[in-house]
């Protein structure tokens, strides 16, 4: 039982890259969710996934999009990244989309946009 | 809108002092509370949680937070420090009816030997 894993553990890019940061859970959890974490600011909500095939926008959306293709996996893709994306992003999921569930996290993503 | 303050960015004990880390919120009802605990480049780990009930929860690891409504706080306590606790902390709260958690900035706790 892995819990949530996420790839890959590091990256690199430069302006206008893009690429797809993958995460997987295997604890047939039903809510996803995509956080960044900025020095000093705590985690903020990218996106939100109640459900297969359903999506919904957190607090810092713009420049990202998300694919929640089956149960497992959510992704993240930065389409043209930018140096402002820079951070660490974390996968999270929990048994239902109410927040007194405990969410797991994966251990992360560390990006720097150059 | 909910809120939530850790007023303390980096905190230093001795091993074996005690600690407390401070947490407020805003919100208009009772909210659900939460502390996490990230070690260094590992993600987040829950240590407790508040939903109703008895104002003094105990999590993992040996530690405990209680919930003041008239002070809007939820500090995190642990007599005893180990070297190991050494990470930082994140609050955490959500409310009824929403899939959202939002966290304080956290503090980064150091412990001298």
């Known amino acids: 039982n892995a819990g949530v894993t996420q790839t890959p553990k590091f990256q690199v890019l430069k302006t206008g890259q893009s690429m797809t940061l993958q995460c997987a859970q295997d604890m047939n959890h039903n809510s996803m969710y995509w956080y960044r974490q900025d020095p000093g600011m705590g985690l903020r909500l990218i996106y939100y996934s109640a459900s297969e095939g359903t999506t919904d926008k957190g607090e810092v959306p713009n420049g990202y999009n998300v694919s929640r293709l089956n149960k497992r996996e959510f992704s993240l893709r930065l389409e043209s990244a930018a140096p402002s994306q820079t951070s660490v992003y974390f996968c999270?999921?929990?048994?239902?989309?109410?927040?007194?569930?405990?969410?797991?996290f994966g251990p992360g993503t560390r990006l720097t946009v150059l | 809108a909910q809120s939530v303050t850790q007023p303390d960015i980096h905190i230093t004990v001795s091993e074996g002092a005690s600690l407390e880390l401070r947490c407020n919120y805003s919100y208009g009802a009772t909210p659900y509370l939460f502390w996490y605990v990230q070690s260094p480049g590992q993600g987040l780990q829950l240590l407790l949680k508040y939903f109703s009930g008895d104002t003094l929860v105990q999590g993992i690891k040996g530690f405990e937070a209680e919930f003041k409504r008239s002070q809007s706080s939820f500090n995190l306590r642990k007599p005893s420090v180990h070297w190991s606790d050494a990470a930082e902390y994140f609050c955490?709260?959500?409310?009824?009816?929403?899939?959202?958690?939002?966290f304080g900035s956290g503090t980064r706790l150091l412990v001298r030997p």
């Open positions: 999270a999921s929990s048994p239902s989309g109410t927040s007194y569930n405990e969410q797991f």
């Open positions: 955490a709260v959500g409310a009824d009816s929403s899939y959202k958690l939002i």
